[in-house]
């Protein structure tokens, strides 16, 4: 199985939450109920994978850059 990159991953949970906003309880024709998925779950998968490709895209916010700045003469 090939290892998922963020951003599928995050495609992946987003599509998720869009089915659980759909309905996220259905009951079948023999009485069963069947829950997609926790949506509160989702959403805090959504906000970690969101970060983690901010982070890794560089549009995570501010860069320190660590150092000291030489002169140039």
Known sequence: MA???TLEQLEEV???ITAVMGGQSVTLSTGQQITRADLKAL???EQT???RYNAE???GGLAINIGIPR???
């Open 3 to 5: 290892v998922k990159t």
């Open 14 to 16: 987003q599509a998720a």
């Open 43 to 45: 959403e805090a998968r």
């Open 49 to 51: 994978l969101l970060a």
């Open 57 to 59: 895209s560089g549009t």
């Open 71 to 73: 002169r140039t003469y």
